[in-house]
């Protein structure tokens, strides 16, 4: 199985402020015959189902502002959130979908 | 809008089954894959398996093996995920989530609202 470890595992950041989430896969999730990363980026708050925010490992979905991005490639990721808002306070988590079993990591949890 | 409703919370004994079900809307069911990802409280989330609601194929996470079964009927737009031999580490909330195509390999982009499955005796 593919190991997914995110760190930190929690940051405080202040409003405006950028905040950053490290992602590591035990092994990559860059599939050669497409140059696809199998990664995604997941947002959850408190009683809420998870909530798609990036995937392809830099792909924004639908409707997610443009303060949130995804950047790296291989076994190596990051979330960025460059101006920390009010409503971004959540766990973020990670998934490789490359093979299963699908997995993910820890969670961060950002908070202000 | 594609929506996915979840069945109510369940309580169940240690050793029995539970099954949940997922009303898809908004979009047409058989032309993607749906997901099962569970969340133990306070934990981080665990993927189950996934079915191809086109042809009905299934994929299981080894964990799960044996005691897992993902159906569907294309008929009423609903997936169902089946657990057997409950034990209170089961205790969870379950998700269902619509993957990409049917192959299975995709993000998960819309999510159920979540069904809690309590196990006790």
């Known amino acids: 199985d593919i190991v997914m470890t995110q760190s930190p595992d929690s940051l405080a950041v202040s409003l405006g402020e950028r905040a950053t989430i490290n992602c590591k896969s035990s092994q990559s999730v860059l599939y050669s015959s497409d140059n696809k990363n199998y990664l995604a980026w997941y947002q959850q708050k408190p009683g809420q189902p998870p909530k798609l925010l990036i995937y392809w490992a830099s792909t924004r979905e639908s409707g997610v502002p443009d303060r949130f991005s995804g950047s790296g490639s291989g076994a190596d990721f990051t979330l960025t959130i460059s101006s920390l808002q009010a409503e971004d306070v959540a766990v973020y988590y990670c998934q490789q979908y490359y093979s299963t079993p699908f997995t993910f990591g820890p969670g961060t949890k950002v908070d202000i | ?121």
Not at chain 2, 13 to 39: D, E, I, L
């Open chain 2, 1 to 121: 809008q594609v929506q996915l409703v979840q069945s109510g919370a369940e309580v169940k004994k240690p050793g029995a089954s539970v099954k949940v079900s997922c009303k898809a809307s908004g979009y047409t069911f058989t032309n993607y894959a749906m997901h099962w990802v569970r969340q133990a409280p306070g934990h981080s989330l665990e993927w189950m398996g996934w079915i191809n609601a086109g042809n009905g194929n299934t994929k299981y996470s080894q964990k799960f093996q044996g005691r897992v079964t993902i159906t569907r009927d294309t008929s009423a737009s609903t997936a169902y995920m089946e657990l057997s031999s409950l034990r209170s580490e089961d205790t969870a909330v379950y998700y269902c989530a619509r993957g990409g195509d049917g192959s299975g390999y995709y993000h998960l982009d819309y999510w159920g609202q979540g069904t809690l499955v309590t196990v006790s005796s």
